[in-house]
């Protein structure tokens, strides 16, 4: 996991190892500062008793700029004690600023080695669901990709910055201290050997109590955002259907699950101060008795007890750092998983590099079994065999859920075929390049969507090459460009994400422009005129074939008026092909045509009769 985490810190090595030997000489001085301490204390308390030296002492002679090295057994002098209170305050002052500074520098280069790690991991995730194929993203879920690029990164980053500050610094910390400690006093440091693991034992029955109840609360957190999420995208909906207090209770009842979920575990997490002041505490009242009884004896000096008892904290601190980390851990691992489980998922739909390029438009269906769930038992399309001629205008007619739009996205590769396979202009589209098969095939998707930004930025995305000439006629062909220069700012009208500020019928007509703006050789309509009045999707009908006579055209439609005018119509029906022919040829031969026909005839001499009477 350390590794996964690791390789998102490319590029800020530097600063990642830079903070982590920053860190080792923060802690390292933080430790020596004790010492420094107890040297002068020592020295007080030998020259007020008055005593000669126990051990040796080393300071500076500030009359002479020496260098002095006192032999245990000297007499503490006055000039001696002033030397080494100044030689020590020096030293204390110098540690602590240094210190202070390392923990600063190693403070700021971590947080920018973290903003880089997650800006690297961010964006190779956002590089990869680039690569995915449709059903990559169904696999996922739009809502889930989002919570890994976000939250997900986050909690990794926070991971990927106590790494490489605390795991180090708390080691270390507890290392050094306990070196020092039984450097500088063997008979006391034991107490440590039953303070830390008692410490230890305390930390880790807690947080194995605590994980699972912050994962839970973690998961009622990711419930609770994705509903804000999912209220926010449709606050349309939900006004539409007066469902706000609907909503607002919904949203009340989780946000009081998350409130339940965390006081249960904070509960706990209150009982993990007073316990680690007992044990600190219970270790510095045995320091206290024992040294204590040890100074009477003469075994050790004050100044010693007290450098003692300040590595009695930082040993203690560190083994409660250490089990923290721990957690910490453990928590982000499930987000470093979800974030690596995206990262080596491979696309499975991936090009060729052939520069062959998509020229007349013939398409070919040829025994096609196609399944969402790549089951032979569920298939969504069975046998299909069509073969559609270059420039052909070919309709397609079915119910709802038939199969029309998993027929036709097929042809760009939005999915792959089971059995079988699709030919464009003769050639397996599994052997053309992504790119190179999609420029050919433009198609203006059911559910389809207008980017923040300009009406002309949106229709650049067709071709962004395109002069005003050419936009302006791709707009006349979709009827779009009557309307466009009908705004104030015509092609400059911002549009706001998503395309809020146009009706559906524009934004159907703008979304046709785009498509056609790539000049492609076979283009598919999927139910793109369904919010446009039938007039108007007449003229775009016609618009088509005056710009481009050879291009192939695909219509997916529910009214019959939008493909009696066809080459061929294909009739869908639960997956399967029913019928091939012209409006003539099934309106005499195919009886779900003649049904969805006349029920549709009925309805329009309703509709105007109705008019008539009123
Ligand atoms: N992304 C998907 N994942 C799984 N199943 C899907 C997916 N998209 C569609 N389906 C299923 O495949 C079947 C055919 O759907 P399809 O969208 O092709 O129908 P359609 O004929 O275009 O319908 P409509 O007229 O409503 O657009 C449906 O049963 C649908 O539930
Ligand atoms: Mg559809």
């Known amino acids: 996991m350390i590794k996964k985490l690791l390789k998102g810190a490319k590029g800020y090595e530097k600063q990642s190892i830079l903070t982590v030997v920053l860190v080792l000489l923060e802690t390292a001085l933080e430790v020596i500062l004790p010492m420094f301490m107890s040297n002068i204390l020592n020295t007080m308390q030998l020259y007020s008793q008055p005593n000669p030296l126990k051990e040796k002492l080393i300071y500076l002679d500030f009359s002479t700029w020496r260098i002095v090295t006192a032999l245990p057994e000297t007499a503490v002098t006055s000039a001696m004690l002033t030397n080494t209170v100044v030689t020590y305050g020096i030293l204390m002052v110098v540690s602590a600023v240094l210190s202070l500074t390392f923990g600063a520098l190693a ?121 804000v ?20 209770e919904k949203y009340r009842r989780q946000t009081e699950e998350v409130r339940k979920a965390q006081l249960k575990a904070e509960k706990l997490m209150v009982l993990m101060n007073p316990l ?112 559609i001629k270059s420039g052909e205008t070919v309709g397609i007619i079915g119910g709802t ?10 042809i760009p590769r939005f999915y792959d075929v089971m059995d079988g396979e699709v030919l464009v202009d003769g050639t397996n589209v599994k052997d053309y390049s992504l790119y190179n098969l999609r420029e050919g095939v433009s198609m203006v998707l059911q559910k389809n969507v207008l980017f923040s930004g300009t009406i002309r930025e949106n229709l650049l995305w067709g071709n962004k090459d395109a002069t005003q000439e050419e936009i302006e006629s791709a707009c006349k062909a979709a009827c779009a460009h009557e309307f466009v220069t009908s705004f104030p700012d015509g092609y400059e009208t911002d549009l706001g994400q998503g395309g809020v500020n146009v009706s559906g019928g524009q934004k159907q007509r703008l979304c046709i422009a785009r498509a056609l703006l790539k000049k492609p050789k076979i283009m598919i309509l999927d139910d793109s005129t369904s919010a446009v009045d039938t007039a108007t999707d007449a003229r775009i009908r016609q618009g088509l074939k005056e710009l481009d006579k050879d291009m192939t055209t695909i219509i997916i439609a529910q009214r019959i008026s939008s493909v009696e005018n066809c080459d061929k119509i294909v009739v869908l029906d639960d997956g399967k092909i029913n019928a091939v022919g012209t409006h003539k040829q099934l309106l005499k031969s195919c009886s779900i045509y003649q049904e969805v026909y006349h029920s549709q005839q009925k309805a329009t001499a309703e509709q105007e009769g109705g008019e008539v009477n009123a």
Request: charged share 15%; aromatic share 8%.
């Open 107 to 227: 403070g700021k280069l971590a947080a920018l080695a973290g903003a880089g790690f997650s800006k690297n991991v961010r964006a190779s995730l956002f590089a990869k669901i680039q690569d995915f194929s449709f059903s990559n993203v169904d696999k996922f879920s739009t809502a889930s990709l989002v919570t890994r690029s976000t939250t997900d990164v986050n909690n990794a980053q926070q991971s990927f910055m106590m790494i490489i500050r605390t795991v180090i610094r708390a080691p270390a910390m507890l290392i050094f201290s306990a070196v020092m400690a039984v450097i500088k006093a063997p008979n006391l440091a034991w107490i440590f050997l039953v303070a830390v693991p008692l410490l230890g034992l305390v930390m880790g029955v807690l947080a194995t109590k605590v994980h699972p109840l912050f994962k839970s609360m973690l998961t009622k957190y990711d419930k609770m955002n994705a509903d």
């Open 229 to 248: 999420q999912e209220d926010l995208v449709g606050i349309r909906v939900v006004k539409a259907f007066v469902r706000e207090e609907y909503e607002e």
């Open 276 to 387: 680690v002041s007992v044990i600190m505490y219970g270790a510095i009242i045995a320091l206290l008795v024992i040294g204590g009884t040890d100074i009477a004896k003469g075994k050790i000096q004050a100044g010693t007890l007290s450098s003692m008892m300040t590595y009695c904290t930082q040993i203690l601190m560190s083994v409660m750092m250490i089990c923290f980390i721990a957690v910490q851990l453990v928590m982000s691992k499930a987000s470093i998983d979800r974030i690596y489980e995206v990262l080596e998922t491979n696309p499975d739909i991936e090009g060729t590099d052939n520069d062959k390029t998509v020229n007349s438009g013939s398409i070919e269906f040829k025994n096609v079994n196609f399944s969402y769930s790549n089951n032979a038992e569920n298939l969504t399309l069975e046998n299909i065999n069509l073969s």
């Open 401 to 410: 859920g038939d199969g029309k739009s998993s027929l036709v996205q097929l």
